[in-house]
């Protein structure tokens, strides 16, 4: 994807296939298909969830992986596919955009594997709650109120 460019991913597109970007912007409001449809980001690339769009994965354990850039997740949809759900080498991800499908709940992140960059889900009242966070490095900033919504080993 050039620097320049930006793609939007509508909520009908049904044949989506693997992701990779490493510059340029993509919104996606469209339910990725299932098992097919991985994320890896890097260098100055810019991936956005929006509405109820969902990157749905692969079944190799590969379904964001953010390697640089910034992914943002601004959908009420779980983080969707097979474990892990999303695993952060460099860069940032930031939840704290994040929708839960109804204002009691929180959103779904799945297994979260941390080895650098930063994950951000500071935002109080709507952030992701992880299954499992695993940290071996880099950044996780998370407001005092909500420390107990995920697991850290």
Request: negative net charge; hydrophobic residues 35%; glycine residues 14%.
């Amino acid at each position: 994807v050039s620097p320049a460019c930006f793609v939007t991913i509508p909520s009908t597109g049904t044949n989506t296939g693997p992701i990779v970007q490493d510059s340029g912007r993509i919104e996606l409001f469209a339910v990725t298909k299932a098992t097919k449809s991985p994320v890896i980001l890097s260098g100055s690339a810019r991936f956005t969830t929006k509405e109820s769009g969902q990157v749905s994965g692969s079944n190799a354990g590969d379904e964001i992986r953010v390697l640089g850039g910034l992914y943002s997740h601004e959908s009420d949809a779980d983080l969707g596919g097979a474990s892990p759900n999303l695993v952060v080498y460099g860069g940032r991800v930031d939840m704290t955009k994040a929708r839960a499908a109804t204002g009691a709940e929180y959103l779904a992140m799945g297994v979260v594997e941390l080895y650098g960059g930063e994950l951000d889900i500071s935002a109080a009242g709507n952030i992701g709650a992880a299954t499992t966070l695993t940290k071996y490095g880099g950044t996780v900033l998370q407001s005092a109120s909500t420390v107990g919504t995920s697991k850290f080993t």
